[in-house]
Structures are given as C-alpha cells and as structure tokens.
C-alpha cells in the first residue's frame, strides 16, 4: 500500500521547480496497484516537455522517496 501522505509531500517539495515554469501537478488518485495519477496543470499540460517532466522529474522524485510506487501516470 502506498503512503498517501508521504507522495504530498514529494508533490510539494517540486511543486516550486513547476510553478518556476508556470505549471504545476495535482494529485488525483493512487491505486492499489502503486500507480500514482496525477494531473499536470498550467504550462505543463500542454508542453512539449511534459511527457519527460513526468517521467525524469515527478516519477524519479516520488520513487526515491516512495520505492512501492510503481509508476506515476498523467490524467486528463
């Protein structure tokens, strides 16, 4: 099972890197699974680089400090 909690508070400490570039991410939903699905706001959402945010940034950050989660995901 994967700690909620402890995935906020990853969401916050890069929340400002996102905000530099006028994004940001939402969390939506975690599964029982250790997918964690998030929302990418503001220019991420439509950046070119978004896919590689996601992956290189968001997910490496949340599996460093939350190793049961198994791959973060972005939702429309």
Do not use: S, W, Y
Not at 34 to 61: D, N, W
């Amino acid at each position: 099972m994967v700690n909620k909690e402890k995935v906020k508070e990853v969401l916050e400490k890069i929340r400002p890197q996102l905000q530099m570039d006028g994004g940001d991410v939402e969390l939506v939903d975690i599964t029982d699974e250790g997918i964690v699905k998030v929302r990418l706001q503001g220019h991420c959402a439509g950046c070119a680089h978004a896919q590689q945010t996601l992956q290189f940034g968001i997910e490496r950050a949340i599996k460093q400090f939350v190793p049961e989660v198994i791959r973060v995901e972005n939702v429309a």
